[in-house]
């Protein structure tokens, strides 16, 4: 048998397409490849290979310094560009591979880019949403406090009614089950509140409280006791502890790619408060509020994963 390759032709207007001509001709027909300037899958073969356990994503900069230096990660450039912070962290039953990113700007639809890019990349098992918050109860979100949550309540979506009716409708999800009874375990382990010293210098000798609570989540910063958004999420659901801009986006990219046949990452929003939401609020607490976060989602590592 002879295979030639390539076909010479002299002319114009000539068509040739899967053609075979004499005896004993084959045609092989080869799958098309259309460019279409955007590769299927970014991440390289060392990223996409090995299994990545935890998928950590952070709006501020206070916030991502605080994991890189909890978890020790160490920074990596992408090929697209993008940077990433991976490391391990070892507990007694296992060794845990973490990847830490930052969203280009606050708020719900950056913190899906980013997610999107952490699941292009490295396809974590979990992400975490780790960083700082506004406190909406008195109690038990106090500045310095950590408030983890498996439940999320978006509160942006909303009718407009004649008069200036408004009616807010409010999404509430919850994390997978697994990652439930992660949490659940901790605080059987530790109490409610767990109390954990702090390691920031300047408040190392002081103690902060951890409590499971639900995160109202939307696009306002809000700065006023008196916030229409505060009492509606309050009348919603008497456990929202805190209020953000991302933990809604976190929670309705898992549900959208739910339907996948790979299994769907699980997700956790961990909260330090750094201001109570009302006219006194800044950025002094960032700092505090980022590291206890930071910490907490060291310690929660090994019921995580």
């Known amino acids: 048998m002879i295979t030639n390759r390539g076909i010479v032709n002299h002319g114009d207007n000539n068509n040739f397409s899967n053609n075979a001509v004499g005896e004993n001709a084959h045609v092989s027909i080869a799958t098309p490849y259309f460019n279409t300037g ?7 073969a060392d990223e996409r290979s090995d299994i990545w356990d935890v998928g950590v994503v952070t709006i501020l900069s206070e916030e991502l310094r605080s994991v890189v230096d909890e978890l020790k990660l160490e920074r990596h450039k992408a090929p697209s560009g993008l940077y990433f912070y991976r490391g391990e962290h070892t507990t007694p039953e296992s060794t845990i591979r973490i990847v830490a990113t930052q969203s280009q700007s606050q708020g719900q639809r950056s913190v899906m880019a980013a997610l ?15 960083g700082v918050g506004g406190g909406i109860h008195d109690e038990h979100a106090r500045i310095g406090n950590v408030i983890v949550s498996t439940d999320i309540v978006y509160y942006e979506n909303r009718k407009i009614n004649p008069r200036g009716d408004v009616r807010r409708r409010g999404e509430h999800r919850q994390s997978p089950a697994p ?20 390691q920031l ?4 000798s002081e103690e902060f409280e951890v409590y499971p609570g639900v995160i109202g989540s939307g696009e306002a910063v809000i700065a006023d006791r008196e916030s229409e958004i505060r009492s509606y999420l309050t009348n919603y659901h008497e456990k929202v502890l805190a209020v953000d801009m991302e933990a809604g986006g976190l929670s309705q990219y898992w549900q959208e790619n739910s339907f996948h046949g790979a299994i769907n990452p699980g997700w956790i929003v961990i909260r330090g408060v750094s201001d109570n939401a009302d006219e006194k609020k800044g950025h002094g607490y960032h700092e505090l509020a980022a590291r206890n976060a930071a910490q907490i989602l060291r310690r929660l590592l090994p019921y995580l994963c």
Not at 38 to 44: I, L, R, S, V
Not at 187 to 197: I, S
Not at 201 to 204: E, K, L, P, V
Request: without cysteine; negative net charge; aromatic residues 8%.
């Open 116 to 130: 999107e890019n952490l699941r292009r990349h490295y396809d974590p098992r979990l992400w975490a949403l780790v």
């Open 38 to 44: 955007t590769p299927a899958d970014e991440g390289t």
């Open 201 to 204: 210098s300047t408040h190392a």
């Open 179 to 198: 990652v439930v009874h992660a949490v659940n375990a901790f605080f059987t382990d530790h109490g409610t509140p767990a109390r954990v010293h702090g």
